[in-house]
């Protein structure tokens, strides 16, 4: 899968393509730049600097890694994408072994990072943990949190048909971490809430041949959330169980 240097620099081989979706919209202020502003003291600001243009960066390498920019298999180093972030290679290197540590990316010594390859197998394996950990879950707390509870929940489900209605992926991926990170916080266990969202984040993760997730598989797994929502406000038990567990055996999402 490898094509030498002049493939890592590019999102993908043989063809010019955009930089990073979230890219776009990251404007990294001046103090980030290195630039001194008056009346600022240069020691603190260096380790809040870095710590931000990080973040966004991660954030904007997550988001590339859902609409598929990052294509699996394919190498990219850290200059070359600081490059079309406007920022050194410093805040990139960090972000993306962050993505190494959480199994996104695997270290290429002297050249980058390349995107990790998985297939169908791995996908299915990801959906089957999740549903052994959140489906019983979610049938206990269908029996105990009131109506007026799930009734807030509201809004995450409407923002995850937002996110599907329009064709946004990397918003769907937050969305839909968030409405089931919500469901799950009902249950007042927060390593489960930190497994399981680790354990979804995964799972959105592109797979071999770099397809991505259709606009029509978005909108039916965000009726879904909606069906279940209602469910759960109607304290059916029984619609619960049939919801959350075809939700896992279709899309994992």
């Known amino acids: 899968m490898e094509q030498g240097r002049a493939r890592e620099d590019a999102w993908a081989p043989h063809a010019p393509t955009p930089p990073v979706t979230a890219s776009s919209s990251l404007r990294v202020p001046e103090q980030a730049r290195g630039e001194h502003t008056h009346g600022e003291s240069p020691a603190p600001r260096a380790t809040i600097r870095r710590h931000s243009v990080r973040g966004q960066i991660l954030d904007a390498l997550r988001a590339a890694l859902v609409d598929g920019e990052l294509i699996p298999g394919q190498v990219y180093s ?3 994408l600081g490059a079309r972030f406007g920022v050194s290679a410093t805040p990139v290197r960090e972000a993306m072994q962050q993505l190494a540590v959480e199994g996104a990316v695997e270290v290429v010594p ?5 995107v990790a390859e998985r297939g169908p197998g791995e996908l299915a ?19 105990t949190v009131p109506a007026t509870s799930w009734c807030a929940l509201r809004p995450l ?4 048909v937002a ?21 799950l916080a009902l249950a007042g266990n927060s390593q489960l809430v930190m497994v399981a969202d680790e354990l979804h984040r995964r799972s959105q993760w592109p797979l071999e041949g770099n397809p991505v997730t259709r ?28 919801l959350v567990r075809e939700h896992f055996a279709g899309s994992g999402g």
């Not at 002297?110 to 390349?114: D, Q």
């Open 110 to 114: 002297n050249r980058g990072f390349r």
């Open 125 to 143: 394996e990801l959906a089957e943990v999740r549903a052994l950990l959140e489906v019983p879950v979610m049938l206990r707390l269908a029996r």
């Open 163 to 183: 996110a599907a209605a329009v064709g946004d992926r990397a918003g769907y991926a937050e969305a839909d971490r968030a409405f089931h990170g919500a469901v």
């Open 215 to 242: 606009r029509a598989d978005l909108l039916a797994d965000a009726s879904e959330h909606t069906a279940l929502l209602d469910a759960l406000i109607a304290q059916d038990v029984t619609v619960v169980q049939s």
């Open 78 to 80: 850290a200059p070359a």
């Open 157 to 160: 489900a409407d923002a995850t």
